[in-house]
């Protein structure tokens, strides 16, 4: 997939850019484990990007349907808050999908302006049932950069 | 517990077949069918996407990375961390001719700390490291949600680095959640504006074009550039479809602006018209019909010299004549089957209904994601009573819609692909991941071809859903 245009400098100094880096991002990882799980929808609170380039990303590597909603984050959810948008796509989801589980997981935009996962579960869970599962994505942590890493340094 | 708070979830723990679904109430006034005699509804479009409906739409800095993608010879930086480079790394199928710089993947991969403390340091010291050692033409920063919430100052450092490295340095105000992916197009244009103008324009012929929303997908630029040059027409730049900053730089010495996508490039067109004084119009490449007015329109608009018009002629014949016999051939197969369309664009779709015609196959789910009141009155237009016309649908829907029209192909992007193998039914990729060059004369025959190749493969009689057909309906 890569073309590198030109030599590359050696391997010993020091970027701070990356490029082409085999690294992706957090919320992939969790929407990968919980569309592993039967019934379990993976629900994004973020951008619709987030979803979308997530499914995209999995759909053209296992070529299956990949069904990952998003709570759609505009302008106002990023200064006010996305709870209402949080409500409001799970029950989206439930209504569409009637999941056994719905895996929420945060993402970077979520994280940065300091969403409150557990009140919004907590809400959640209040009204209907304990079906909700949070991941706290701990932001901009790879864990699957994290896994490649320990596993191509040797012991 | 509120007792009247029902509980969806448990209410009925039974999935309901895939026809049976209901659309959510927030979808219900993006939906219309076509009925003859009723005059043609506004769908309410351009709206944020509902939340939960797993939408097919992507970001605005997926807007804006697609559209000024192909630009070959300049550096595309993500500043964000680290996803929303990976999953924008080569992922159109815009092919160069010479450079091919677009095609990596460079990142400023904001960590904890970055977000804390701020990423203007890091994205000044990867700039000048990515142009020293890539020395591009040009440099497009992308900023992402993450850096339109910690209020990192691009604007400043890109022009820091400009004036450094002596490039132009263009910040892209794409933070995701800014709009839908229309708003992503219009920063990429605002971008892309800066650079017209400052370039030379002596030496460009009287009747020139620019191609406005081509992205050279699979090397289809190349073509219309070709039947440009025999028409005797001078094709200045192509934005962004195998374009060099350099053409960018004197596009506005071009007569006529030629705008495919209208979507991403009408924005940048009507600039160029308020500035420049160089008018546009809306043309499409795919099928006979739109190929040949889309000539014809260019021909017309350089009516001094009667040449171009005789030449155009002489080309559509000729181009026609060579795939005439064997488009009739498909057609054959082809004829009376059904089709459902989700595409990114509007315009777009209304081509694709007009071609689809011209097989003699029938339309009866028409959809895009970013289509505009305009493009949608004029698809209830032409298209059939009890057509289905649906704005930003989603995966259930869409299979729903297949179902209940039992279509025989679907028409639609990578997204899509699996949802039309899973039920059993024909698939073309008419999005910016195809192989195949489906714009001009030699586009429609690719087009028929693989139309035909899906629709009459003799797989689909081995799916569950086909081997019942007229028996009763089973869920795939």
Known sequence: ?155 | MNSSNSNPATESDAVPPLDMIELLPERRSQVVRKSSGIPATDLPCGKASTAGSVSQRACVFCGSRVVLYPICDALHIVHGPIGCAAYTWDIRGSISSGPQLHRNSFSTDLQEMDVIFGGEKKLEAALLELITHYQPKAAFIYSTCIVGLIGDDVNAVCKRVGAKTGIPVLPVHSEGFKGTKKDGYQAACEAVYKLVGTGDTAGISPHSINILGEFNLAGETWILRDYYKRMGIEVVACITGDSRIEDIRRCHGAKLNLVQCSGSMTHLAKMLERDHGIPFKRVSYFGIEDMSAALYEAAKFFSDDPTIMFRTQQLVREEIAAIYPELQRYKQKLVGKKVAIYVGGAFKALSLVRVLRLLGMETAVVGSQTGDTEDYRQLQEISDPGTIIVDDSNPLELAKFCLEKDVDLFIGGVKERPIAYKLGIGFCDHNHERKEPLAGFVGMLNFAKEVYASVASPVWQFAPRRANRGKEAVRP
């Open chain 1, 1 to 155: 997939m890569s073309i590198i245009t030109q030599e590359e400098e050696p391997r010993s100094k020091n970027f701070t850019s990356t490029r082409n880096a085999c690294k992706l991002c957090t919320p992939l990882g969790a929407c990968l484990v919980f569309r592993g799980v039967e019934g379990c929808i993976p629900f994004l609170h973020g951008s619709q990007g987030c979803s979308t380039y997530i499914r995209r990303y999995l759909i053209s590597h296992f070529r299956e349907p990949m069904d990952i909603a998003s709570s759609n984050f505009h302008e106002e959810s990023a200064i006010f808050g996305g709870s209402s948008n949080f409500q409001q796509g799970t029950l989206n989801v439930m209504r569409q999908y009637q999941p056994q589980l719905i895996g929420a997981a945060t993402t970077c935009l979520a994280e940065t302006i300091g969403e409150d996962m557990p009140r919004l579960l907590h809400d959640l869970r209040e009204k209907y049932g304990d079906r909700v599962t949070a991941h706290r994505d701990r932001v901009h942590r790879e864990a699957i950069a994290a896994r490649t890493w320990t596993a191509s340094t040797p012991p």
